[in-house]
């Protein structure tokens, strides 16, 4: 966060020195957060939660209003000057509208049962007062009071009961909410056919990894894979069969790198790998590797086997490069390697020498 907002409600609960309108208002803040994030499909994360929760807070603390969405996010902007990089879109908006309304729903039972509780408490606690009024009575039979102490005692104990049961049954609703959302999260990542990260979360680790050269000056090499020919499978077999070519070479390219490289479905037919700490050399080495191992493989396609190659461009990164001038540089190398036969290796460097040769 870029300005520490405060919000003195929390700071009491956290101090452990709340009332019960205390509660009641931080119920009100996450009911109306909720509510927000869901119409502007703005990705539940633990992130987003907190940064937007303060934003609430301010207004229902400041405000006594809730004001326009546009006003909230003319607030947010005011308050926090990074905001892409706390809205980020990392889930499907249907998906996380759908999971955000079943948090609500179960967010608005709880409230509902603490209300009902209350409600009780107080008549429980009039009952009491009469009670207490009685003993004033000089013509006081003090069985029947006593009876009527221990049954409203009783009542209470019963209610006490039933509410823990029922608050029991609710955490356990969230808690499956909760794993819903983190398998929903981890499935958000994943590349649904080949089940290696996708597009995204490759980028978010290829952003990782740029960041931490610039920073410790910690070496990697990018290499961009293309299956060769993925056209000619799909018209000449059919798509399924070109999804199980697309599996086979994601499986094959997956077992032959290191437990720490990186792989990702880049689109279509491409994958990108990452490779930690390696120079360009040890990085073709690698590529070869990756290349004889798809050459080796024989895909059965309804009974017909099928042999596939994939072409290989590598480069490694430098001061001056981002990710997307990595990316452009080992997709030179990719379409050099193309250019000259198809299934073999082809760097960077090469791309400069044949520049020059030109």
Not at 102 to 118: A, C, G, Q, S
Not at 276 to 295: C, M
Not at 341 to 356: A, F, L, P, Q, Y
Request: charged residues 35%; contains cysteine; proline residues 2%.
């Amino acid at each position: 966060m870029e300005k520490k907002l405060k919000c003195k409600v929390l700071e009491k609960i956290f101090n452990n020195e709340y009332s019960e309108e205390d509660i009641k208002l931080i119920s009100e803040i996450a009911r109306e957060e909720l509510k927000f994030l869901v119409r502007n499909n703005i990705p539940i994360t633990p992130q987003n939660f907190e940064a937007w929760f303060y934003v609430f807070c301010y207004v229902l603390e400041n405000l006594k209003y809730i004001p326009s969405d546009e006003e909230l996010k003319e607030l947010f902007k005011n308050f926090y000057k990074n905001e892409k990089a706390i809205l980020k879109q990392g889930l499907n908006p249907k998906v996380l509208k759908e999971f955000s309304e079943k948090l609500e729903k179960e967010i608005d039972n709880v409230l509902k049962l603490i209300d009902n509780h209350t409600n009780s408490l107080d008549k429980h606690q009039k009952n009491l007062e009469n009670i207490e009024k009685k003993t004033q009575n000089k013509n006081l039979n003090v069985e029947e009071l006593l009876k009527e102490i221990l049954n409203e005692v009783h009542s209470l104990k019963e209610q006490n009961e039933s509410l823990k049961v029922k608050l029991q049954e609710a955490q356990l609703q969230i808690s499956e909410l909760k794993e819903e959302l983190q398998q929903t999260k981890r499935e958000a990542t994943i590349d649904f056919l080949t089940k290696i990260p996708n597009r995204m979360s490759f980028m978010r680790a290829l952003r990782d990894f740029v960041r931490d050269y610039y920073e410790r000056k910690y070496p990697f090499a990018l290499i961009m894979v293309d299956i060769d020919h993925f056209k000619n499978i799909n018209d000449t077999y059919g798509h399924l069969c070109g999804d199980k070519v697309l599996k086979a070479v994601a499986e094959t390219l997956k077992l032959n790198l290191r437990a720490r490289d990186i792989i990702g479905r880049y689109g279509g037919e491409e994958f990108g790998i990452i490779l930690p700490g390696v120079n360009l050399a040890q990085a073709v080495s690698i590529a070869e590797r990756l290349r004889k191992a798809v050459e080796g493989i024989t895909i059965d396609c309804n009974g017909v086997p099928i042999k596939v190659t994939i072409s290989l461009g590598v480069a490694t990164m430098k001061d001056g490069l981002d990710e997307e001038k990595l990316i452009s540089l080992a997709d030179e190398a990719l379409y050099l390697a193309k250019r000259s036969g198809r299934n073999r290796v082809k760097t960077s460097v090469d791309v400069e020498i044949e520049k020059k040769s030109k």
